[in-house]
């Protein structure tokens, strides 16, 4: 049975205004036509590299970009637009942060009192404490200050903040960078934990790997834009993977040859025609550079590919030494066989 | 108090000394290439040219111009270390008697424009910070740059004509009123007289404090835990309180301690303006008047209060700031 949808975003851009030399005005597009949805109960897994605008995308659904952004598109929150009071009476209390790095604490203040945000009441010390022992941090972390905690340690903190309240949707922020292996199967096990409570959780991440082991959806990032949507076990196999970036990417895994994708993605605000992949993309064809690819619906997913067969055949055979061009070339041959 | 602790007491110690010895000489060198001639600016030409030699000689021995400058430090420096400061050449008191009278006009003056300007400066420096590039910013930034571009003693001369010359309602100098016996000097009288200058020194003073504040307040309004904060729902004024001014008080509080110095300056010239009898002005008649004794006495003085303020602030800040604190705490 499906579950409840609770965040459903569509054609979300962000982009920055920036004096370049001479004063002239131009935008800086760092999001681009984005889409992805959160069910509650369930983990959405955000996947992209690292200053592809991940970190804004969270802060943009939180409607907490700086002065000099502006953001269009829509965000729903349980079919309602998250926008004006509604944002305001939910945010910190129904949807919660978890932040990327220690730098989102306040320094100077003890952790038990940014946990507790201030609150004295015997029901927040309570709940607190609890929190702390269920991450398996001594009882003296509340009266540390951030400094004095360890990379692990900080992470279960940031997770203990989001928990004080009791949240509909988790937004976390790279909560893995920094962690060894097992540190951060288990930080990903706790969201696991808190998804299976019945919240929803957008989990943000580089890490394919990691998210493949606990998010139900992943939705694939690349430059600012989303390009397939997909269930978890959709990337169980090759063939399932519908646009040619997440076939990259499963290629890509250790455990499927670790082929890297030749190329790199274009900077954030690196304007662009047509398919933003083409570049890379090894069945790209005339068209895809030309028209604006739209996200769309294929096979009861979106992705934003305007030939998703052609890669759908593919079939990786797992040939170690393809070029790109190579692969065009199978392609087509296989193609003509058809 | 481990022993690491005594050798950094120590060594901060010896380090106050060699400044003041420092200083104390910087002055005293500089009295001695100056140009000023003591029988000239203390007795005048006019009186000189009535004398014998033998009062002449007399006079110079008495300034102490027959003495070399070197051996002259050293007499000093030699009874300053055994407690005495010698005798001021144009009050013909005891220096030591003489610091205490101007230091208890100057340091009340002082202490109020020190407060006054610190606690006006961080609020009004909280306040733009909080509103980065809307009119309050813009309202004190403008307020503060103006002021930091006039000088203690012009603000001085402007409050001077605005409240004594047209309003008539403050006095035009001096610490007590003309004519009325010391004995018959009420505390009122002192406070009324004191408000001027200090309220020059503090509206100069307030402009560093302000800009400063204003500063860290906006860097820490940008911050990665006050946009935390606000993903948490706090409000703006909620996150002032537990964040914001947690955060800049102690930058502005070093900053506070360090503008002793200033304070201690601007009085010098202020003083001059409202002939008020304190420290800083004795400084100037020492100065010109070739006053040694009293000169260095006042330079050890301001010196040790210098230095004094801005080791509190390291003092405080050890204390306050757990990531000291505990950075010393985990050293033992
Ligand atoms: N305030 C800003 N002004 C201009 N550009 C910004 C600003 N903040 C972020 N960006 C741009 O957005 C990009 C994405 O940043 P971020 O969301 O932190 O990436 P990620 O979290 O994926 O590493 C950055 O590379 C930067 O170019
Ligand atoms: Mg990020």
Redesign the interface.
């Known amino acids: 049975m499906e579950k409840q949808i609770l965040l459903q975003v569509e054609g979300l851009s962000i982009s920055f205004a920036q004096y370049t030399k001479g004063l002239r005005r131009r935008n800086l597009q760092v999001i681009r036509d984005l889409g992805l949805t959160v069910r509650s109960g369930e983990i959405t897994a955000v996947v992209g590299s690292s200053g592809s605008g991940k970190s804004l995308l969270a802060h943009g659904i939180l409607g907490l970009l700086p002065y000099n952004a502006s953001m269009s598109g829509e965000i729903l929150y349980k079919g309602q637009e998250l926008t004006g009071r509604l944002l305001e009476n939910v945010r910190g209390r129904e949807i919660v942060l978890v932040p990327q790095s220690v730098s989102y604490l306040d320094p100077l203040m003890k952790v038990g009192n940014q946990v507790r945000k201030g609150r004295k009441t015997a029901g927040a010390l309570e709940r607190c404490r609890e929190l702390l022992a269920r991450y398996g941090l001594p009882p003296d972390t509340e009266s540390r200050y951030p400094f004095e905690l360890s990379g692990g340690m900080i992470r279960r903190v940031l997770i203990s903040t989001a928990l004080m309240e009791e949240p509909e949707l988790v937004i976390a922020d790279e909560p893995t960078p920094g962690l060894d292996l097992t540190a951060a199967k288990r930080v990903m096990g706790h969201f696991r934990e808190i998804a299976d409570e019945g919240t929803g959780v957008l989990l943000i991440t580089h890490d394919l790997e990691l998210a493949l082991e606990v998010a139900d959806r992943i939705a694939v990032f690349y430059a600012g834009t989303t390009l397939e949507e997909m269930e978890a076990s959709a990337f169980q196999r090759e063939e399932t993977l519908l646009h040619p970036y997440s076939q990259a990417l499963y290629r890509a895994m250790p455990q499927h040859g670790f082929q890297p994708l030749a190329g790199t993605q274009p900077y954030a605000g690196d304007s662009y025609e047509g398919c933003v992949f083409a570049p890379r993309c090894p069945y790209r064809g005339e068209e895809c550079s030309i028209q604006e690819i739209p996200y769309r619906e294929v096979r009861g997913r979106k992705v934003r590919c305007i030939r998703p067969e052609l890669a759908e055949m593919s079939g990786s055979p797992g040939k170690m030494d393809r070029s790109p061009d190579a692969e065009n070339l199978a392609l087509t041959e296989r193609g003509r066989m058809a | 108090m481990d022993k690491r602790q005594i050798v950094r007491g120590f060594a901060g110690l010896a380090r106050v000394l060699l400044l003041i010895l420092g200083v104390s000489f910087a002055a005293f060198f500089l009295l001695a290439v100056s140009p000023i001639d003591p029988l000239q600016s203390n007795v005048g030409q006019a009186a000189l040219g009535s004398m014998s030699q033998e009062q002449i000689d007399k006079l110079r021995e008495y300034w102490g111009m027959n003495t070399p400058m070197a051996v002259r430090f050293w007499n000093w420096a030699w009874d300053f270390i055994r407690g005495d400061m010698g005798v001021s050449l144009l009050y013909r008191r005891p220096v030591a008697e003489v610091l205490l009278e101007k230091t208890a006009n100057s340091l009340w003056m002082m202490a109020a424009a020190w407060v006054l300007s610190g606690v006006i400066g961080f609020a009004l420096g909280v306040w733009a910070g909080a509103n980065r590039?809307k009119w309050q910013d813009k309202l004190v930034t403008g307020y503060s740059l103006l002021m930091a571009s006039t000088p203690a003693f012009f603000l001085a001369l402007v409050l001077l004509m605005v409240f004594s010359v047209w309003l008539k309602v403050l006095p035009v100098g001096f610490a007590v009123p003309v004519g009325t016996a010391a004995a018959d000097v009420t505390l009122a009288d002192r406070l009324v007289h004191g408000i001027l200058p200090a309220a020059a020194l503090s509206l100069t003073g307030i402009s560093n404090i302000a800009l400063q504040t204003r500063e860290k307040m906006a860097e820490v309004m940008?911050?990665?835990?006050v946009?935390?904060?606000?993903?948490?729902?706090?409000k703006k004024w909620?996150m002032i309180r537990?964040?914001g001014l947690?955060?800049i008080a102690?930058p502005a509080m070093t900053l506070q301690f360090a503008s002793v110095s200033e304070i201690f300056g601007g009085s010098v010239l202020v003083e001059q303006v409202f002939s008020y009898p304190g420290l800083g002005q004795a400084a100037v008649d020492a100065g010109l008047g070739s006053d040694v004794p009293l000169l260095l006495g006042i330079t050890v003085v301001s010196a040790v209060i210098v230095f004094g303020g801005n080791a509190l602030a390291d003092f405080l800040y050890g204390i306050i700031?757990?990531?000291i604190r505990?950075g010393r705490e985990r050293g033992r």
């Open positions: 590039g940008e911050s990665d835990y946009l935390f904060a606000q993903a948490r729902g706090e909620t537990r964040h947690r955060n102690l700031d757990p990531r505990k």
